[in-house]
């Protein structure tokens, strides 16, 4: 049997870069991709290496058209790439939200619409969906964040039973805090809030403490509780070889119990218990 192509987004850093290396390790041809070519110096010689924005059309359809030829399909497509943006509903700037869904939501179901076509031509094929524990449940000051993982855990279950029957198998992974660059992005895109009790911001002193909540779940106390990128890759590419896959993997012992919690708790309850270890203005 042939070594399965994969095809990874989002590589540049964290859980890309870290399931690009265990695929490759396990056997597999891979494409690892990210915006900036530039961005995959350092991965192995062995593993091919393609700038693809998943906001960029084109882009997108040569990688794929590529693989096509030079492989006949893309076997694992592993939907990685994405960005939290931080902002309460009221004052985020609609083109970040835009561009929010752009990347998180809308690159995600344009590249798995592009390499469909040659999984369902061979019977086979496995789409991961990278989505967070977020997917399952919102914190405040994450709302649209929030909402694209809830997409991305919508349109994986619609496509799951739409592509079944072409032997084709669609897997949502969700991890809770892991240790990558992805917490330092989120903490850039929160607004500079003015805090002082004169500003005209509402929302500032609550952005300040949301900023340092994330500080400490990735870099301070909390961020033992972490997962490292190497602990959710590992979990990616057992989930795409499986032979019947599960539909869901929670990452991490923070998701477990917060999607744990969230699946038995009223409303009203799990609202307090995040109000408990989270900030609200």
């Known amino acids: 049997m042939s070594a399965p192509t994969v095809l990874i987004t989002g590589c540049s850093s964290g859980i890309g870069r870290a399931s690009a290396t265990a695929f490759a390790a396990a056997g597999a041809e891979v494409y690892a991709t990210a915006r900036q070519g530039g961005a995959l110096d350092g991965l192995s010689e062995g593993i091919n290496k393609r700038e693809l924005d998943v906001v960029d059309e084109e882009s997108m359809r040569s990688v794929v058209d590529e693989i096509v030829a030079r492989h006949g399909a893309v076997d694992i497509l592993v939907n990685n790439a994405g960005y939290g943006l931080q902002a309460p509903v009221e004052t985020a700037a609609l083109e970040d939200v835009r561009r929010q869904f752009e990347t998180n939501v809308f690159g995600l179901v344009r590249l798995t619409q592009l390499v469909l076509p040659g999984m369902r031509e061979q019977s086979n094929g496995r789409i991961v969906n990278l ?6 449940f919102t914190f405040p000051g994450g709302g649209f964040y929030h909402a694209t ?16 029957s072409f032997g084709i198998r669609v897997i949502v992974v969700e991890p809770g805090p892991v240790l990558t660059e992805f917490g330092t992005t989120a903490v850039s895109t929160m607004p500079d809030g003015d805090a002082s009790p004169q500003s005209a911001d509402p929302y500032g002193e609550f952005m300040r403490r949301v900023a340092a909540t994330y500080a400490g779940a990735y870099d301070g106390s909390r961020s033992k509780l972490a997962s490292s990128a190497d602990d959710v890759a590992r979990v990616i590419v057992k989930a795409a070889r499986a032979r019947r896959p599960r539909p869901r993997y929670v990452v991490g012992p923070v998701a477990r119990a917060l999607v744990g919690s969230k699946r038995v708790l009223p409303d009203r309850a799990f609202d ?3 109000k408990s270890q989270y900030p609200t203005p």
């Open 149 to 164: 993982k809830h997409a991305v855990e919508a349109i994986s279950d619609a496509l799951r039973l739409e592509v079944a």
């Open 272 to 274: 307090a218990l995040v």
């Open 131 to 136: 989505s967070s524990m977020g997917g399952r």
